[in-house]
């Protein structure tokens, strides 16, 4: 009887450690998704960082380019003309 209480009790223990064991495996997952996550979000931050460092300097060569296009030639008359 005694035996069979010990041997019941070390089941019991040892479901235990596996269930432990199953708790800290999911929160390790858990903690390396939320990781994945936070670089993914990252990466995807410098890639628009990047993105919008392209966009200016394209945008900063048109104007040059407009700049030295208004040097060479006459400016519009752009006041309105009423009748």
Known sequence: MLQNLQDEYKAHMYQWMELDNA???LRERERQSFEDRERQHMEELV???RKAQAAK???SA???YLRRCLIFFKPLDLTPHYT
Do not use: C, F, G, I
């Open 23 to 25: 708790k800290a495996m």
């Open 47 to 49: 890639e628009n960082a």
């Open 57 to 59: 300097a394209d945008a």
């Open 62 to 64: 048109a104007l040059r």
